[in-house]
């Protein structure tokens, strides 16, 4: 693993000297050096870094789980399961909503936002 990490070290410090007008301003353009890695496809894997590790598209009658929340009323501290479900995906929003039914069809109070919920595979 160390040898792929000193790759791709090796490739962001050339993307950050391209930018860099000086050796003093290198730090001010390593967030748009590594935004331009993480978005840019590898040949190998044919995506995104990114997209390997935030894939975030739900639709319609998807299951997923939802991440347990700390401040439930049931709160049993680390004895507590961290996922919740499986749910079904009624309605997906663009900006990261869901609105979620259990499996027999009766709607959640809240929608959901993305972060707090996973695929599930049965």
Not at 48 to 63: A, I, K, N, Y
Not at 76 to 81: A, C, F, I, L, S
Not at 82 to 95: D, I, L, M, T
Request: hydrophobic share 40%; charged share 25%.
């Amino acid at each position: 693993m160390n040898g792929a990490m000193e790759a791709a070290n090796k490739n962001i410090k050339k993307i950050v000297g391209k930018m860099a007008d000086t050796y003093k301003d290198w730090h001010e353009k390593l967030p748009f050096a590594l935004y331009a890695y993480r978005m840019s496809v590898r040949t190998s894997t044919g995506a995104t870094p990114f997209s390997l590790v935030r894939p975030r598209q739900f639709h319609e009658g998807d299951l997923i789980l939802k991440k347990n929340l700390p401040i439930q009323k049931d709160f049993r501290g680390k004895w507590m399961p961290n996922w919740e479900g499986p749910y079904v995906v009624k309605q997906a929003f663009s900006r990261g909503a869901l609105i979620l039914t259990e499996m027999d069809g009766k709607n959640l109070p809240n929608p959901v936002n993305l972060d707090l919920v996973k695929k599930y595979f049965p």
